[in-house]
């Protein structure tokens, strides 16, 4: 009893001598809920992979096209958050794509020339006399269109393009063979009509006795199923084709131009 006496008496003098007016502690701030930074990336990751298939393995070909190296599934899961080792369809996808090679462990974004730069374009292109279609190697190498275009300019490729961009050619130009041509014969090949369609142009060929450089109708449909599709035209009103069209080579004049850039 004495001890709670003493207890009591100590409150009583702690509350004389407390001023009457003075405030009272103030309570502490509740703390705002914070949420995880990583939401917006988990949002992300998410959306990926519940993707279709094919828009995930998209995104995995891109990575390996634009940076030419090869990645563990892993590695391939860090940069574009496809997981491939728990996806069995993107994996299969994938493995199987032509555009990819797989080793066991890594991918890598798979060509179908090998090349390295303008020198192995340029010896390539050498061993078809007959054309190289540019389709088969614009994905070669990143700057390999850019080569192109210096060894057109250069005179030691000659790059004759279509109305469809996916058919057009590159002739290896033979600096030896420097034939000059009367302005006539010139003349009266421009004048030559020419089929619109590469199609009839084959067509034409076989009909003499020529074997086209080039299979349209193959590789058309060989891209819908590889799923390269042909560049929409743009929509604009065409004249219609009749017997009294006439289609001409003015619009390859570089067919008369010498390496050096100098009309024969």
Do not use: C
């Not at 995995?60 to 496809?82: D, F, G």
């Not at 798979?110 to 050498?126: A, E, F, P, V």
């Amino acid at each position: 009893m004495a001890l709670n006496e003493r207890l009591s008496k100590f409150k009583q003098q702690q509350e004389r001598s407390r001023p009457v007016n003075a405030p009272s502690a103030p309570a502490k701030p509740t703390p705002a809920i914070k949420f995880s930074n990583d939401t917006e990336r988990l949002q992300h990751i998410n959306s990926i992979r519940k993707s279709p298939v094919g828009a995930q393995i998209k995104l995995v070909i891109e990575l390996l096209y634009k940076t030419r190296q090869a990645y563990t599934a892993e590695q391939i899961n860090e940069a574009t958050y496809v997981a491939i080792n728990s996806n069995k369809a993107v994996f299969d996808s994938l493995r199987n794509n032509l555009k990819v090679q797989f080793d066991g462990k890594r991918f890598s974004y798979k060509s179908k020339h090998d090349l390295n730069g303008k020198d192995q374009l340029l010896y390539l292109i050498r061993k078809y006399p007959e054309g190289l279609p540019v389709v088969e190697v614009k994905d070669a190498y990143p700057t390999v269109l850019e080569d192109l275009q210096a060894l057109k300019a250069s005179g030691d490729i000659w790059w004759l393009s279509s109305m469809d961009s996916q058919e057009d050619i590159a002739y290896p130009n033979d600096p030896k063979s420097k034939i000059k041509l009367d302005a006539d014969l010139k003349q009266l090949y421009r004048e030559i009509e020419l089929p619109r369609d590469m199609i009839d142009i084959e067509k034409e060929l076989l009909k003499n006795g020529h074997k086209p450089a080039t299979d349209t109708t193959k590789r058309r449909a060989a891209a819908q199923i590889n799923g390269q599709p042909k560049k929409p035209k743009a929509k604009k009103k065409q004249k219609q084709i009749t017997k009294r069209t006439k289609l001409t080579n003015a619009h390859m004049p570089e067919l008369f131009d010498l390496p050096g850039g100098r009309n024969t």
